[in-house]
């Protein structure tokens, strides 16, 4: 099953694939500053305290709330945004972080039906309904297909 995807702005979340768009163009954001902006789009118009986002995205590690400053500074970056004229993350100062700008969640199945389909499944092919799919080197089971022989060996 898919995570929801998100989309504010001209910005597109797709936490299955860990990524960030800005249109066509993917942006690139460390693990854990994906992880920061995740934690925010997913908490909309929440104060989300530094408490919470070390526990989120660094649990049971033992740091310094520096790293969620790093980390937030790396995702202003990326969104083109600034702590001084905040359009996507607000910082409350000596509580925690907000992101402010509406989001919502993608109701888009794309990636569903392909999470779906097993491994074993035949793929669709362009060959008429009729002909039997041709035997593939990388399955294993091809060889326990009737009226497939398995490669023989010297």
């Given amino acids: 099953m898919s995570s929801p ?3 504010f702005a001209d910005f597109h979340l797709d936490p299955d694939n860990a990524c960030l768009w800005r249109g066509p163009q993917p942006i690139a954001l460390t693990p854990k ?3 920061v ?3 925010l789009v997913t908490h909309p118009d929440q104060l989300v305290t530094k408490d919470t986002l070390l526990e ?3 649990p049971e590690t033992a740091i310094s709330e520096a790293v969620v400053r790093i980390a937030i500074g790396e995702v202003r970056r990326a969104l083109g945004d600034t702590a001084q004229a905040p359009r996507f ?3 409350m100062h000596r509580r925690g972080y907000r992101f402010v700008a509406p989001v919502a969640a993608l109701t888009e199945e794309m990636p569903r039906p392909a999470t779906l389909v097993t491994p074993t499944a035949p793929q669709p092919r362009a060959a008429g309904p009729s002909e039997a799919p041709a035997p593939s ?3 294993s089971a091809a060889s326990s297909r009737p009226g497939v022989l ?3 060996t010297p």
């Fill in 56 to 58: 989120a995205v660094w």
């Fill in 150 to 152: 398995p490669p023989q």
């Fill in 137 to 139: 080197p990388d399955r």
């Fill in 89 to 91: 993350i607000a910082t």
């Fill in 33 to 35: 500053a994906f992880a």
């Fill in 37 to 39: 902006l995740h934690y």
């Fill in 5 to 7: 995807q998100w989309r």
